[in-house]
């Protein structure tokens, strides 16, 4: 036997040294000598010694060959058979120790199923141990795209092409497809010769870019459907074995696992989070719920305490954290908390009316303020446009509360009206009311019946009879005064000494709220109840002195109307004109002891001539100058003109024939 076929152990037992030593010098001897020294015995054995020491088949193989010159036919041949079964039983250990080899690997990757959270890391080792155990060139995993009705390369291991690393199959193309629509395996010794699949150029140019000649693919299947596709390809051509087939189609039932592990891990991570938004949202819900609960509460009880507008605007403001403000179905703003005033979101509060809900506006949230389809008001919430949910809720039913107190304000205010407006009626002499139950019913209204007061009259047609009265009713509330319709006139009555400020007040207030002009006159002070039906009768005077002059959208009083008010008006009232119009020049002549009314009645009784004035009054011309400038200083520079001149002269002849007494 030649040395390349002896097999050498580390350590031995002393007989099998003994064997193969006594064995190998036998071969040493010439020819006749080691036919008779050498027996079947020794050639059975040296098997055994191969197959214990892990020899190859070459070397099994080897030992029938020498034995042909050495041994006789007949021990030959159980030589030559013992070779055979030595050789099917090396082909068996080599084929359990593959098959341990697999079952390691898939054992291997159950494991990593086991322990790996990484679904990608456990692709990549099914993927690189597929291509270790089948000793492929390259080994790939590729995952269908239902969306984009595509296949991708999820994994590779082995490649060099980044063409093909990144190439995507339409469903149905390439080999990959023909393992996708019929769910088998499905190999090819040479890929480009084979036309049992569809080829496409893309396809075809990645898999030579890549070199592929041979490729196996087996399926990655989930509950019946396909979701994949395990590669094995060779750079040359190939035929794998059933068993090749088989272990593939293991890893890729491992590979389908650990993509469905994922899919399920995804999933239940999913369904924790959804669980725990929905817990959140439900702990949301409830602070939610519980905060309105509270402002609810808190603004329900303001209302039953009767808490003004005021209350309701500064509760919201705390409860919302955000400025508000509240108008009116006018626009005029009633409330104001935490913010500063705003205007009338107009067309916001009319898309809010028509669609039931709160509106955007510029970075504020308004809401209107209805009953049923009649808008009353509306609230503004200042700096918050885009509130939450729940906070948007509260701020709409804030709106609603809002919408309560604007009706019952109005509905109070309604009441009021009709009582104010009975009592002016009565206080003009309509009724037969005594005066002793009208002061009663005055103080109920908050009116005080014994103060000095002043009566204001303004014209009220059929078209603006209820806007104009309605304002009027806001205005007298503000001021503890009394309003009503009487005939085609609107009267108040307002606590007060100044008719000609309280009506030009008063046409300024009311032609803001109703935005037209609105012509007030004005009379008084009058004491008491009784005096007054005769002021209501001047103050109309007024009023249509001005409407006569054109002054329209304008107040005042008789006194402001010079001498036109001393016609209209009452003959007691003149000494008040008399002191209005010359009372400068009075007060000086009796503090500096001079005549300066003497030298201006002259003046005008000579046409204003000054060198005629000062013929009668025998001085000379320039006395007179000096007197009329200081009339001048006193009365202003416009006192010569004709309207004043007119008023001037009625004053001095009404001073004159009172006697000097006024």
């Known amino acids: 036997m030649s040395a390349g076929n002896s097999y050498h152990r580390d350590q031995e037992p002393a007989e099998e040294t003994e064997s193969r030593s006594s064995l190998g010098c036998r071969r040493n001897h010439p020819t006749s000598t080691m036919t008779s020294m050498l027996t079947c015995s020794d050639y059975l054995l040296h098997l055994f010694e191969l197959l214990a020491g892990d020899g190859t088949s070459e070397q099994l193989a080897q030992v029938p060959v020498e034995a042909r010159t050495r041994l006789p036919a007949r021990e030959l041949h159980r030589v030559e058979r013992a070779g055979k079964l030595a050789l099917r039983l090396r082909n068996t250990l080599d084929e359990r120790r593959r098959h341990e080899s697999e079952l390691a690997a898939l054992f291997d990757t159950a494991g990593d199923l086991a322990r790996v959270r990484d679904p990608d890391a456990v692709l990549r080792a099914i993927v690189h141990r597929a291509r270790m155990l089948l000793g492929s060139h390259v080994a790939y995993l590729s995952l269908n795209d239902s969306r984009a009705g595509t296949t991708y390369m999820r994994v590779t291991d082995g490649c060099v092409s980044a063409l093909f690393q990144q190439v995507r199959l339409g469903m149905g193309e390439g080999l990959g497809g023909l393992v996708a629509q019929t769910a088998r395996p499905y190999a090819t010794p040479s890929y480009f010769e084979d036309e049992r699949f569809t080829h496409t150029d893309e396809i075809d140019r990645a898999v030579g870019d890549e070199r592929l000649v041979a490729i196996l693919g087996v399926p990655l299947a989930v509950g019946g459907s396909v979701i994949g596709v395990l590669y094995a390809a060779d750079r040359s051509t190939r035929d794998y074995s059933h068993d090749e087939i088989a272990l593939l189609s293991s890893l890729a039932d491992h590979a389908a696992i650990a993509i469905d592990n994922s899919r399920l891990l995804e999933e239940t991570r999913h369904a924790l989070v959804e669980l725990n938004a929905a817990h959140e949202t439900i702990r949301e819900h409830n602070s939610a719920m519980r905060r309105a609960e509270r402002a609810h ?70 809401c209107a303020a209805l009953a049923g389809p009649e808008l009353l008001g509306s609230l503004t919430l200042v700096g918050c446009h885009q509130p939450a949910d729940a906070d948007r809720r509260l701020f709409e039913r804030a709106g609603v509360v809002t919408a309560l107190v604007l009706l019952l304000r109005r509905r109070t205010a309604e009441a009021e009206e009709r009582v104010r407006g009975e009592l002016i009626t009565e206080l003009l002499g309509v009724g037969e009311r005594a005066h002793g139950g009208l002061a009663a019913r005055a103080r109920r209204v908050g009116f005080d019946p014994e103060g000095s007061k002043v009566v204001l009259v303004s014209p009220c047609g059929n078209a603006d009879r209820e806007r104009l009265a309605a304002a009027a009713s806001r205005y007298v509330g503000q001021h503890s005064g009394l309003a009503g319709t009487h005939g085609d006139h609107l009267v108040i009555v307002l606590p007060g000494t100044d008719a000609g400020n309280a009506a030009q007040n008063a046409a300024r207030a009311l032609g803001t709220s109703t935005a037209r002009p609105v012509t007030v006159g004005g009379s008084g002070p009058v004491a008491g109840l009784e005096g007054i039906a005769d002021k209501y009768e001047e103050a109309c005077r007024c009023l249509e002195a001005l409407l006569a002059l054109g002054r329209e959208g304008e107040g005042a009083a008789l006194a402001e109307l010079g001498f036109l008010g001393v016609l209209l008006g009452d003959r007691g009232d003149l000494s008040g004109y008399v002191r209005r119009t010359v009372g400068a020049v009075l007060d000086y002549d009796s503090r500096k002891g001079t005549d300066l009314v003497k030298t201006l009645r002259s003046y005008f009784e000579h046409d204003a001539g000054l060198s005629r004035t000062a013929r009668a009054l025998h001085v000379h011309v320039n006395t007179v100058s000096q007197r009329l400038e200081r009339v001048s200083a006193l009365l202003g520079p416009d006192w010569r003109s004709p309207e004043r001149g007119l008023e001037i002269q009625l004053a001095l002849r009404l001073h004159r024939l009172s006697g000097g007494e006024w």
Request: hydrophobic letters at 40%.
């Open 297 to 366: 509460d808190r603004l329900t009880d303001l209302v039953l305490r009767g808490g003004s507008l005021e209350d309701i605007a500064e509760a919201v403001a705390d409860v919302l954290g955000g400025g508000i403000v509240v108008h009116d179905e006018d626009g005029t703003e009633l409330a104001c908390a935490a913010t500063d005033s705003l205007p009338w979101p107009d067309r916001a509060v009319q898309q809010s009316r028509h669609s039931g809900r709160s509106v955007p506006w510029r970075t504020n949230l308004v």
